[in-house]
């Protein structure tokens, strides 16, 4: 015998509409119960999520400044000396030769640099210095200039040697300062 299509065997029972129905409805009836108590959740959870959000500040916009330099003193002008102010004690007459080649030693920082003795060759005293930057003994005399500051040597003897430095006042100007160096003693240790 053939219903819908398919052949059945006299005997034996397939499985019908009734045992379909009867499966659907119990997995419908707990399926419901747990989808009640996952709404129940999701409308709660929606319920305290509700924030307020403040709104945006307004922007302002800057007013233009428009600069007016009348009546302000210049910065760059260079500063009159007034009678009993310190620009006016400037010694002027000071100043570095720029004109002049640089000498070796004057590449050097004076903190650099080490007296490490002296020579007398024909009665004229001549210092040696040591620059530990570049590893070399130089010979200098009175006159000849050392270290960044137009440093001048005015005297060497057994002690060491003094010289005259030219540094910039702050004022516009020079100032001289008076700086040494002292022989190294023998214990000290040279690179």
């Not at 006299?10 to 045992?19: A, C, F, T, W």
């Not at 060759?121 to 006159?143: F, M, N, P």
């Not at 001048?152 to 006042?169: F, K, N, T």
Request: with cysteine.
């Amino acid at each position: 015998m053939i219903r819908g299509g398919s052949r059945v065997r006299p005997g034996r029972r397939v499985p019908g509409l009734g045992s379909l129905v009867w499966v659907i409805l119990a997995t419908s009836g707990c399926s419901e119960d747990e989808l009640a108590d996952l709404r129940q959740y999701v409308a709660e959870v929606k319920a305290n999520q509700r924030i307020a959000v403040e709104p945006l500040p307004q922007i302002r916009t800057a007013e233009p400044f428009r600069f007016d330099p009348t009546g302000l003193k210049d910065p760059f002008a260079i500063i009159e000396s007034v009678p009993g102010s310190d620009a006016s004690r400037v010694d002027h007459s000071v100043r570095p030769d720029l004109s002049r080649p640089r000498e070796p030693l004057e590449n050097f920082e004076l903190d650099s640099l080490r007296m490490v003795g002296i020579v007398v060759i024909r009665g004229q005293v001549w210092g040696l210095i040591h620059a530990a930057d570049d590893d070399t003994v130089y010979r200098v005399r009175v006159g000849d200039h050392l270290g960044r500051n137009f440093g001048r040597i005015v005297h060497i003897d057994e002690d060491g040697l003094e010289l005259v430095e030219i540094i910039a006042d702050g004022l516009g100007g020079w100032q001289e300062r008076r700086a040494a160096l002292r022989l190294s003693q023998g214990d000290d240790k040279q690179k």
